[in-house]
């Protein structure tokens, strides 16, 4: 079966605690409970597209350890192919993340194994990226790297989406090689300036990203759902009402339900319905990886949701 998806990015070994709030600056507080779970949003993106049916290639870097070895377990449960995750010598990458009752949460990331993927390593890969039809980056591997990997996609024909997590500025000569933009309000914000509290700055902030050269943006906005944005024009489309229990993944499980739906139809709006339906699973669901739906559970969620 050929690749139809690759990701590039971050594999985390995700050490989770929950709390009633989150804490204040110098607050300590005491966790109710505590997991290690496999995340990073490489490997969350390249599993939500998995657990989709959709082939799916990952290319990453893990530690020769224990959390390596049940990452790239995880990744194939979900039916991705891990031929391109390749061994470090840095121990794997981890993020400490604390969640309270309403699903919000905070997330520092460890990058370790994550920082050592390199241009070259990009290059041993390219058989992957060849074969599919889309290739998906975010920021938690080196800056150059994602570049690299982003002009090379685009130099073989590919389909590009970037999610630009962790937030920074963009140079136009990068914005050039992305078809699709999705940064959630708060990387817009960093990336543009521009605080996109309503549809006049959502579409100031796309503005100023069109003319340095991407067209097509969307921009996740939690519980209000997200925003389309191309050629000058929006249109909103609300969140589907759940109780969230844990919003961790909830971004990637979007980008894997646009994914694998724009893979399908080709269709960018039905793609987008599709992923808030896949992201509305997801944080009603604890944990990364653990959280994405397949098919059958989104189509079976929303039926019985109405």
């Given at each position: 079966?050929?690749?139809?998806?690759?990701?590039?990015?971050?594999?985390?070994?995700?050490?989770t605690?929950?709390?009633?709030?989150?804490?204040?600056?110098?607050?300590?507080?005491?966790?109710?409970s505590?997991?290690?779970?496999?995340?990073?949003?490489?490997?969350?993106?390249?599993?939500?597209?998995?657990k989709?049916?959709?082939?799916?290639?990952?290319?990453?870097?893990?530690?020769?350890?224990?959390?390596?070895?049940?990452?790239?377990?995880?990744?194939?449960?979900?039916?991705?192919?891990?031929?391109?995750v390749?061994?470090?010598?840095?121990p794997?990458?981890?993020?400490?993340?604390?969640?309270?009752?309403?699903?919000?949460?905070?997330?520092?990331?460890i990058?370790?194994?994550n920082?050592?993927?390199?241009?070259?390593?990009?290059?041993?890969?390219?058989?992957?990226?060849?074969?599919?039809?889309?290739?998906?980056l975010?920021?938690e591997?080196p800056?150059?790297?994602?570049?690299?990997?982003?002009e090379?996609?685009?130099?073989?024909?590919?389909?590009?989406?970037?999610?630009?997590?962790?937030?920074?500025?963009?140079?136009?000569?990068?914005?050039?090689?992305?078809?699709?933009?999705?940064?959630?309000?708060?990387?817009l914000?960093?990336?543009?300036?521009?605080?996109?509290?309503?549809?006049?700055?959502?579409?100031?902030?796309?503005?100023?990203l069109?003319?340095?050269?991407?067209?097509?943006m969307?921009?996740?906005?939690?519980?209000?759902?997200?925003?389309?944005?191309?050629?000058g024009?929006?249109?909103?489309?609300?969140?589907?009402?759940?109780?969230a229990?844990d919003?961790?993944?909830?971004?990637?499980?979007?980008i894997?339900?646009?994914?694998?739906?724009?893979l399908?139809?080709?269709?960018?709006?039905?793609?987008?319905r599709?992923?808030?339906?896949?992201a509305?699973?997801?944080v009603?669901r604890?944990?990364?990886?653990?959280?994405l739906p397949?098919?059958?559970e989104?189509?079976?969620?929303?039926?019985?949701d109405?």
């Open positions: 079966m050929s690749i139809k998806a690759v990701v590039i990015g971050s594999l985390n070994m995700d050490l605690v929950s709390v009633e709030r989150l804490p204040g600056e110098g607050e300590t507080l005491l966790a109710g505590s997991s290690e779970l496999p995340g990073g949003k490489g490997g969350n993106q390249a599993a939500a597209i998995g989709l049916g959709v082939a799916t290639a990952m290319i990453g870097k893990v530690g020769d350890d224990a959390y390596g070895k049940r990452l790239i377990h995880s990744l194939q449960q979900s039916g991705v192919d891990t031929s391109g390749m061994p470090s010598a840095e794997t990458g981890m993020a400490m993340i604390t969640i309270d009752r309403e699903g919000r949460n905070h997330i520092v990331v990058p370790g194994a920082y050592d993927l390199t241009c070259e390593d990009i290059d041993k890969q390219r058989h992957l990226i060849e074969q599919a039809e889309l290739v998906v975010q920021l591997i800056y150059e790297t994602a570049v690299y990997a982003l090379l996609a685009k130099r073989l024909g590919k389909r590009t989406i970037l999610n630009p997590a962790p937030a920074r500025t963009l140079e136009p000569e990068v914005l050039a090689n992305v078809d699709l933009l999705i940064p959630n309000e708060h990387e914000h960093t990336i543009t300036g521009i605080a996109p509290v309503n549809e006049q700055q959502l579409l100031a902030g796309a503005a100023q069109a003319e340095q050269g991407t067209q097509t969307v921009v996740t906005l939690g519980a209000a759902g997200c925003a389309f944005i191309q050629g024009s929006l249109r909103m489309f609300d969140a589907t009402r759940v109780h229990v919003t961790t993944a909830a971004g990637d499980s979007f894997g339900g646009y994914v694998a739906e724009y399908e139809t080709h269709d960018e709006e039905q793609a987008i599709y992923a808030m339906k896949a509305a699973v997801t009603t604890h944990g990364a990886q653990q959280s397949t098919r059958a989104v189509r079976a969620f929303h039926e019985s109405g």
